[in-house]
């Protein structure tokens, strides 16, 4: 590009950026008092509508005068609805679990009496001497923010937000660069696609920059289907112009006209977020024509996915946007050479795009001293299940699984102990207690068995049954798997036969050799990734849990006693309390009766094991006992029926 | 013209067709279910045409990849084998074995296939999968047995060829996966009466003319 475009180019987003900086400070006026409230749909869920309608209404009642800004989420969904009030004499201060109630109460004592109320707060944003600062607890220093830095921080509705925040000088700045130079620098930053298998993004630009054909385009793929995993969803949601800017600057890499993100339509918010950003950006000469002055033109476009697993893997989803059924095809030719309508495609995650910006801003060495040597960067697991502090957390690659799940996610609730982590979900492996160690990187997880995968992670206790785990995932991926190629089709149908049968205690032997056979060809023969991977959860659980399946098989036991035909409750007539009816009325089968020496018996043949009666038990009796196998549980016959009705 | 190695022996083939169609063309068998001669894009979906490539670690289904000169293959590894022997016994454990009762008996691709592999028609390691639904008469000129088919695509195939646009195609997921007409049953009946392409390329007569 000529000096002189250069100079105009920047002239023109300067002007941009100072009405966005005018209209930032006019926001955050020097007097003014903000209420920060976490909107995305974790938020949205624990009930943040009602939080600030509760807000709104103590302001109006109350005559005082304030700001309310949605924003979108922190990652710390263990305590959503989160506020951050930022009123002038005090740090901005982050609280917790916030309830109508409570909001009412923040209002009186702290904006009307300058009580803090410390009792509810999480902590400060900045350092300060009156409140401990969040930066001093686990969940928040360890973590590196790079694709999430602004999530939660600025309204993803209101572009000029993210603009007065730095936002779009990255792509100034690739606007100045030659096309070549941008994917260099890509290159140099040794990033790696975020959607699971970790390809290198800048080989992907490459091939379809060098592609002969003159019409390329990018797709954005946000079509994010595992079980427990929301890291997509969340970014669009919380600052969706930090992806639009990636998109943006890798078409412009890659010489595309046209951009597609690909969102399920699960997601409304995000998908409207999306929109209105895309929609702002056109506005003020972000996208579209002639962006910022210069020759290069981008249109994005939404493409709603209707919610098939499958459409997550690039091939599927881009026969999906040209309206045929979303089933993989063989691979060459790849998108990056024929990929939507034929033309060279590139596809990058929602993670990978939004990564885009910060590189190009601070540089590839920046981002090479984040992370490992092999997998630079950070990565982003949304980590559920039994963890204290459940939400997303971006880390650099290479912490260990230990301190991800025990530090900085606050290790498992109810004093009990870890059992495994499934990570890539239903396409990824369970990890031991013994792989706690191993650090979170592409290659790392790979080796272990696991896979990194778009970021899922679901931590167990010990009261997870690992085979009934396995069961779980495969059939999820059996559901979803679009009945194309014959070994996903047929062979994950098959596994899950042989898991369900051995959870049913009608388990053969033979099986788990079968199991290990049928799920190595099938990795080896399934067409695309889906069947390439559904059988992970069943080699790794075997693998490291080998001795559950046994039990299962050979002892008709479960060890986890989470296998309903495999256990039976029933009440230890020593601890029981005569007279004592507590259990009775909390069984929905009746199946509770009276001894002769008026303590309970549970009726084996019309129980359906729910559990009820032991959590019923007063704990001072604690006299419901569950065991594996059920022939565990001593028989106390029920007294033939005495009372004569009528 | 393209020179390769398959098992030992060395084949000559015209430039860009598909692996599987040199091996057929020279008489070298490869078990195959979903491929047709006149398809640009094979779709590679009942994974039996496995063969190694020198300087490929796993197998490669031979109907996706184009010959090269120079090509080094086998057909016949262990590993090609164990893949094509499971696949197969998928395919076996969804298929209800009737020969006797069946029109495509003698002529039928599975048949050939287990007569090549050495591999009996009696399961041995999987359960059969039974499925609700044994014949769908839906369609005024075509009878559907979701039993014997194997989803190999290639009646969807045909009929987009033959018509432009395919009266049937796939519907549902997962093992419930069937071909489908869409409800199209009426309009299709003008051309289908005159057609039945579909029928006549099915390798296993899960596609059937009515009997009229």
């Known amino acids: ?646 | 013209m393209a020179r390769l190695i398959v098992d030992n022996k060395q084949i000559e083939t015209d430039d860009g067709v598909t692996l599987l169609q040199a091996c057929l063309d020279n008489e070298i068998y490869i078990p195959n279910l979903c491929y047709l001669k006149e398809m640009d894009n094979p779709p590679g979906s009942c994974r039996l045409c496995l063969v190694e490539i020198d300087g490929h670690s796993q197998p490669i289904t031979s109907c996706t990849v184009t010959v090269k000169e120079g090509m080094v293959i086998r057909t016949d590894t262990e590993h090609v084998r164990r893949l094509q022997r499971t696949a197969f016994e998928l395919l076996l454990s969804v298929h209800r074995v009737d020969c006797k009762n069946c029109p495509a008996n003698r002529k039928c691709e599975l048949q050939r296939i287990a007569k090549f592999l050495h591999f009996g028609l009696k399961l041995v390691r999987l359960d059969q999968l039974e499925r609700e639904t044994t014949v769908v008469q839906d369609h005024p000129c075509l009878e559907y047995v979701p039993t014997r088919c194997v989803l190999c695509g290639k009646c969807v195939f045909v009929c987009q060829k033959k018509n432009g646009q395919a009266v049937l195609s796939f519907a549902k997921r997962g093992l419930d996966t069937v071909i489908s007409f869409f409800g199209e049953e009426d309009k299709a009946t003008a051309t289908c009466e005159e057609c039945y392409a579909c029928a006549e390329v099915c390798p296993v007569a899960a596609l059937l003319m009515k009997e009229q």
């Not at chain 1, 919380?238 to 412009?252: D, F, K, L, M, R």
């Not at chain 1, 059988?535 to 060890?559: G, L, Q, S, W």
């Open chain 1, 1 to 646: 590009m000529k000096q002189n475009s250069k100079e105009k180019l920047k002239e023109v987003f300067a002007s941009i950026k100072m009405d966005a900086e005018r209209r930032f400070r006019e926001m955050k006026g020097d007097s003014s008092q903000n209420i920060f409230i976490g909107m995305a749909t974790c938020g949205l869920a624990s009930g943040a509508t009602d939080v600030k309608a509760a807000f709104e209404e103590a302001f109006s009642e109350k005559g005082i005068s304030a700001r309310i800004i949605p924003v979108g989420c922190l990652g710390h969904c263990y305590a959503e609805p989160l506020v951050i009030i930022d009123r002038p004499g005090f740090p901005p201060i982050l609280y917790h679990d916030v309830t109508p109630g409570k909001a009412k109460l923040l209002v009186k004592a702290f904006l009307e009496e300058d009580d803090p109320v410390f009792e509810h707060l999480l902590g400060a944003m900045e350092k300060n001497d009156l409140i401990p600062w969040i930066m001093d607890f686990a969940r928040f220093n360890q973590e590196k923010r790079v694709v999430m830095a602004n999530s939660g921080l600025l309204d993803p509705e209101d572009i000029y937000q993210y603009v007065a925040k730095g936002g779009y000088s990255a792509l100034v700045k690739a606007l100045t660069l030659e096309q070549e130079e941008i994917i260099h620098e890509i290159q140099d930053s040794g990033l790696r696609g975020r959607g699971g298998a970790g390809f290198l993004t800048h080989i992907k630009w490459q091939l379809v920059r060098d592609a002969k054909e003159k019409d390329k385009i990018v797709i954005c793929n946000a079509d994010e289907g595992d079980p427990g995993a929301y890291m997509d969803r969340t970014i669009l949601e919380s600052n969706p112009h930090q992806v639009i800017e990636g998109i943006t600057i890798s078409a412009y890499a890659v010489g595309a006209k046209k951009a597609i993100v690909y969102v399920r339509a699960e997601y409304p918010l995000a998908v409207k977020t999306t929109k209105k950003a895309i929609e702002q950006a056109k506005e003020i000469g972000l996208l579209g024509k002639g962006i910022l002055g210069t020759d290069f033109d981008l249109d994005i476009a939404i493409f709603e996915g209707s919610g098939a697993f499958v459409c997550g893997e690039e091939t599927a989803l881009i026969q999906s946007i040209q309206g045929k059924r979303g089933m993989p095809q063989p691979r060459p030719p790849y998108p990056s050479q024929r990929g939507l309508w034929g033309k060279p495609t590139a596809v990058n995650n929602v993670k990978t795009m939004a990564s885009i910006p910060p590189i190009l801003n601070k540089g590839a060495q920046w981002y090479r001293g984040i992370g490992t040597e092999r997998s630079p960067g950070t990565a982003i697991f949304s980590v559920v299940g039994n963890v204290l502090h459940a939400g997303l957390v971006e880390i650099p690659m290479g912490v260990t699984l230990r301190t991800l799940i025990f530090e900085i996610c606050g290790g498992i609730p109810n004093q009990k102990s870890f059992k495994a982590v499934q990570i890539g979900g239903p396409s990824g492996g369970c990890l031991p207690g013994s792989s706690l160690d191993t650090p979170i990187d592409f290659d790392s997880l790979t080796q272990a068995g696991a896979m990194m995968g778009s970021g899922g992670m679901v931590v167990m206790d010990e009261d997870a049954c690992m085979v009934d785990v396995a069961r779980y995932f495969l059939d999820f991926t059996q559901k979803e798997s679009c009945g194309k190629c014959t070994f996903c089709r047929i062979g994950t149908k098959h596994l899950l036969d042989v898991l369900e049968r051995i959870t049913r205690g009608k388990g053969r032997q033979g099986d788990i050799g079968l199991l290990e056979d049928l799920s190595l060809d099938i990795k080896a023969g399934s067409l695309c990734g889906l069947g390439k991977t559904a059988p992970n959860p069943v080699i790794t659980t075997i693998k490291y849990f080998r001795d559950e399946y046994e039990a299962h098989i050979r002892e008709k036991r479960c060890p986890a006693m989470m296998c309903r035909t495999l256990t039976a409750y029933y009440i230890d007539l020593d601890k029981c309390a005569r007279g004592c009816d507590a259990c009775v009325g909390s069984c929905p089968t009746e199946s509770i009766f009276t001894t002769k020496n008026r303590k309970k018996g549970i009726d084996q043949t019309s129980c359906v094991k729910c559990g009820e009666c032991m959590a019923s038990c007063p704990p001072e009796y604690d006299a419901v006992r569950k065991v594996s196998p059920p022939e565990l549980a001593p028989r106390i016959e029920r007294p033939q029926e005495t009372v004569t009705h009528g």
